[in-house]
């Protein structure tokens, strides 16, 4: 089947650097998404990796090894705003065009 | 613009009965996705329709279904409710029907059934 894995929390404090891994199963896997939810929010989507390598957006970057099966994001200069849910949702081939999502890690930003 | 819409808000139902929530895509996408969000864990694929055509089906039981219609928008009917249906429906729009492709998630349809 189509499995992904992330911690299911995370704490850190304003300012700092926080690294959310995700582990997915390969079959089928040809891309990972990130996406972010508030409590009560949809949603949002913050960055797409199809290729090895790191992808840079503002203060969030997401990388992806393939070799690995293996991704993460990596969010900087936290701020509070940032406490929520990250999912990491991956694109596998096959009949059904769908995201497989990980069950959520929830990052807390401490003052 | 506009963002994905989604009807009504929240929805309390008993079991047995059947629920229709409907969604409006972002104006020019031409997929919609179905996602079921239980409390505490990620988002779980139902279905996808792409230029009214189902492009995706989710391990749900035959009593969800899904339609779109020729403006894209979209409806999810579940029949005879169960409690473990209660959740949070997310509709999700987008472009074209590649599974990598940014989806866009409207607000949800809060399900309860009791």
């Known amino acids: 089947g189509q499995s992904l894995e992330q911690p299911s929390e995370v704490t850190a404090v304003e300012g700092a650097i926080v690294q959310i891994n995700c582990t997915y199963q390969?079959?089928?896997?040809?891309?990972l998404s990130w996406y972010q939810q508030h409590d009560g929010g949809a949603p949002t989507f913050l960055s797409y990796?199809?290729?090895?390598g790191l992808e840079e957006t503002g203060r969030f970057s997401s990388f992806l090894s393939r070799s690995d099966s293996y991704g993460y994001l990596l969010l900087q200069e936290l701020q509070m705003k940032d406490s929520a849910s990250y999912f990491c949702?991956?694109?596998?081939?096959?009949?059904?065009?769908?995201?497989?999502f990980g069950s959520g890690t929830q990052l807390t930003v401490l003052p | 613009d506009a963002g994905v819409t989604q009807s009504p808000t929240h929805l309390i139902k008993t079991r047995g009965q059947h629920v229709t929530l409907r969604c409006s895509p972002i104006?020019?996408?031409?997929?919609v996705s179905w996602y079921q969000q239980v409390l505490g864990q990620g988002p779980q694929f139902i279905f996808q329709?792409?230029?009214?055509?189902?492009?995706g089906r989710g391990n749900f039981p035959d009593r969800f279904s899904a339609r779109q219609f020729p403006n894209y928008s979209s409806e999810l009917n579940v029949n005879a409710l169960l409690l473990g249906d209660s959740a949070l429906y997310l509709c999700?729009?987008?472009?074209?029907?590649?599974?990598?492709?940014?989806?866009?998630f409207g607000p949800g349809t809060r399900l309860l059934v009791l």
């Open positions: 999700a729009s987008s472009w074209g029907a590649r599974g990598g492709e940014t989806q866009y």
């Open positions: 390969t079959s089928g896997f040809y891309g």
């Open positions: 990796n199809a290729l090895d």
């Open positions: 949702a991956g694109a596998f081939s096959g009949s059904a065009r769908q995201l497989t």
């Open positions: 104006s020019g996408h031409k997929s």
């Open positions: 329709y792409y230029e009214k055509e189902e492009r």
